[in-house]
């Protein structure tokens, strides 16, 4: 007897389902062994702080030059 369209997709389809819900059940279990930075490191701690100074330092100069693009375009 021969599969019409619909039976075989659905049948491709569970069985993709299926090994989808047995992939995260197997890397669901280690979740909870992932390394997440909490801050307490030395190394974590100095990537954030140099990352909010050049952040700032960033904002600063984009302050800096859109002031100057004003002075300049009201210079008479």
Request: aromatic fraction near 4%.
């Given at each position: ?14 069985v ?61």
């Amino acid at each position: 007897m021969a599969r019409t369209g619909a039976s075989y997709t659905d049948a491709v389809k569970t069985v993709w389902q299926g090994r989808v819900a047995q992939t995260a059940a197997k890397y669901g279990d280690n979740a909870p062994m992932a390394a997440v930075c909490c801050n307490a490191c030395r190394t974590c701690v100095t990537t954030n702080g140099i990352s909010l100074v050049l952040g700032a330092a960033v904002g600063a100069g984009a302050a800096v030059v859109e002031l100057g693009r004003r002075l300049v375009s009201n210079a008479p």
